[in-house]
């Protein structure tokens, strides 16, 4: 078990101490170091602005932003569009219902209101943004299926081609017999 314990000195060490002779030391090669370059913060700042602009700039987050400016407004539209024209619609359906003040005051505690009709409200505003999200996107895909379905057909052989796959296939034939 020896060099286990850290505090346990060698033989050697013991000698050396009782003789105050100094321990024999081999000097450290000098190897010359580089000039290390001193980062400042304006260096750090540079880099930071380097990396923030490489991520920006990369086509998959200007998209990702753009649908979401462009997903924000569409939300707003369908809102005013359930809002403004089915809602009163449906509510001239049901007799004169109007969805907003729809709802239900709970006779015990503080009496609070449960406003279901705004509820239904949100759930057709949810299901209207639904269904034109989906008919966007399958629009969209098929107008790139119709794309990529129609790769260009490959060009005819020429005449010269056609004779010369004739007698390759003839000089094949023959070195099998």
Known sequence: MKGRFPTRKRKKDFIMAETNAPAPQTPAPQTPQPAQKVKTAS???RSILKEFKDFISRGNVLDMAVGIIV???FTSIVSSLV??????LIGTLLVGINFKSLGVTIPWG????LN???FIQQVIVFLLTAACVFTLVKTVNKITHKQKA???APPKPTKEQELLTEIRDLLKAQAEK
Do not use: I, R
């Not at 809002?83 to 009163?88: A, I, K």
């Not at 503080?110 to 209101?113: E, G, I, L, Q």
């Open 43 to 45: 260096d750090s700042a």
């Open 71 to 73: 997903g924000g407004a």
């Open 83 to 88: 809002d403004d024209l089915l809602m009163p």
């Open 110 to 113: 503080n009496h609070p209101y």
């Open 116 to 118: 279901f009709g705004s």
């Open 150 to 152: 129609a790769p260009p």
